[in-house]
């Protein structure tokens, strides 16, 4: 009868279990020395080895003759339990049972001795799963539970165990297995099954397992039904992913801001039937690389990434091509894309779409990381041009040009876009004050550029934003104090700065041209 690759090669002693050495050994010494704990909690991602290293506690407990704190695999105690015939050691899955009817069970049974073991091991995988009412089942049996139980509580989401459930217990944390010790086992089992496996091929199915071994596994087993050698290529055509030099032509053509060439390879990768879900999760964990590049630099390891030695130089070259502010906000992008095409039945490509196009263009989002993609743009191209004053704006401009502009400073003038307080009246310096502060800090002078100055009763400046961000940005104290202190520069009688959130308005039935979106149209590297 055929037997699955990961069971077939699943550890039967704590010496067999790969990346997990902070748990085994401690498990080893208990057996050792005969101190072991009635009741044990493991917790990690799946396929780590948690269920692996419960079975193996049960069989290393009853193990007659254990050898170092492994179980000998000999013993009549030890066959039993790894042929699954024993009746001392259960197994329950919470998430299918997980009724306080199935505690009560339990607690009936183990008042009663082992029938055939030492000890009678109960092991409850997807604890998590169960409900507050067979959680408090538990708590008393847990506590005090009779001479010769066990239980092992293995779960993948420990947040969601009660913290009386939590004190009880002996807890360990399983982590995620290294890449290399994937492919190592890997390359294992390939020349165990007779199979040839590429470096290459053994590295990807290690990184798409995101530090599961069981996963790792399962992808071998697929990819192993395809004839010859197994290939990258043949990993990522059975898997549906991209190769890694697809991301990095989409980066740089996001940097180009080629727009037919994205959505020319977007849509080759999806008549290729990739997994558009896979895709975004790819660029995602890309742009992480990128960011974690751009931000470190040289300080950092290549063991922080699933790359190859050249797969990390082309990572350097492409990190270069951007800002951070500019890379946060492809995450930010792409983590929204990445819910909506999970969520998304059908019209999973016109999600991805939308993100690369968003990526494309930060005008479109109006989102705190757009924004702030666009101010460092503005900052690195164009470092004095996010703010105009009137002279300038016709000194640069042709004779033909002139007239609008002038025309365009009466509106400024006349029509406000946010709205005006009844008793306040505009200032007339504004944006010279906002050009002033842009030499001190050109990022806060951007929010300054989109706001409007009213001179209220009592020497009061009030300046009127158009949105929630804009007002926490500009309500910093240190912020407050630099622009009274630049006022009283144009106006000695200025004695405080108050920050407000007003609508934007129209007046004489023209829509007002200095608003947010005239600062985004004049400055186009946004």
């Known amino acids: 009868m055929y037997q699955a690759l990961y069971r077939k090669y699943r550890p039967v002693t704590f010496d067999d279990v790969y990346g997990q050495e902070h748990i085994t050994d401690v498990l080893k010494q208990e057996i050792k020395t005969d101190s072991i704990h009635h009741a044990y909690l493991f917790s990690g991602s799946r396929g780590t080895g948690k269920t692996t290293c419960a079975k193996i506690l049960a069989k290393a407990a009853n193990c007659e003759q254990p050898k170092d704190g492994n179980p000998c695999g000999e013993c009549a105690a030890c066959r039993s339990i790894e042929s699954g015939q024993m009746t001392d050691v259960i197994e329950m899955d919470a998430a299918s049972n997980n009724g306080v009817d199935y505690i009560r069970e339990i607690k009936e049974d183990v008042v009663y001795s082992p029938a055939s073991l030492q000890y009678r091991v109960y092991i409850l995988d997807e604890v998590h799963m169960l409900s507050e009412q067979a959680f408090n089942a538990l708590l008393k049996t847990l506590e005090e539970p009779p001479k010769g139980v066990i239980f092992i509580l293995a779960t993948t989401e420990i947040h969601k165990i009660p913290a ?60 192993s039904a395809h004839q010859g050698a197994i290939t990258a290529q043949t990993v990522r055509s059975v898997m549906g992913v991209s190769d890694r030099s697809d991301l990095e032509k989409v980066m740089r053509a996001v940097h180009q801001e080629d727009c037919a060439a994205i959505f020319s390879m977007l849509q080759d990768l999806y008549y290729a039937s990739k997994d558009m879900e896979i895709f975004v999760e790819e660029l995602l964990s890309y742009n992480r690389d990128l960011l974690l590049i751009k931000a470190c630099g040289h300080k950092l390891s290549i063991d922080l990434f699933d790359l190859s030695a050249d797969e990390f130089e082309k990572a350097v070259q492409v990190a270069g091509l951007f800002d951070e502010e500019k890379l946060l906000y492809f995450i930010h992008v792409l983590e929204e894309a990445y819910m909506q095409v999970g969520r998304a039945k059908t019209a999973k490509r016109l999600f991805v779409e939308t993100a690369l196009m968003q990526m494309l263009r930060p005008a479109l989002q109006a989102s705190p990381s757009a924004l702030l993609a666009r101010i460092a743009a503005l900052e690195k191209g164009t470092p004095h041009k996010a703010v105009y004053t009137a002279a300038e704006e016709k000194s640069q401009a042709s004779e033909i040009e002139k007239p609008k502009i002038e025309e365009k400073e009466t509106k400024m003038k006349s029509s406000p876009s946010v709205g005006e307080p009844a008793a306040g009246k505009a200032v007339t310096y504004w944006r010279d004050l906002v050009e002033k502060y842009g030499h001190m800090d050109m990022g806060t002078a951007t929010f300054l550029g989109r706001a409007r100055a009213y001179r209220q009763a009592g020497g009061v400046l009030c300046v009127a934003v158009a949105d929630s961000f804009s007002e926490m940005i500009l309500k910093k104290e240190d912020i407050i104090e630099k622009i009274c202190s630049l006022a009283r520069e144009f106006d000695a009688e200025i004695t405080s700065v108050q920050i407000e959130v007003r609508k934007k308005t129209t007046t004489a039935g023209n829509e007002d041209e200095q608003g947010i979106d005239l600062f985004i149209s004049d400055n186009k590297e946004g």
């Open 164 to 223: 009386t459930v939590l004190s009880r217990c002996l807890r360990f944390e399983f982590r995620r297995i290294p890449t290399e010790i994937i492919a190592k086992r890997l390359a294992y089992i390939a020349a165990r099954e007779g199979l040839t496996l590429e470096n290459d091929a053994a590295f990807l199915m290690a990184s798409l397992a995101k530090g599961g071994m069981r996963d790792a596994i399962s992808t071998f087993e697929m990819c």
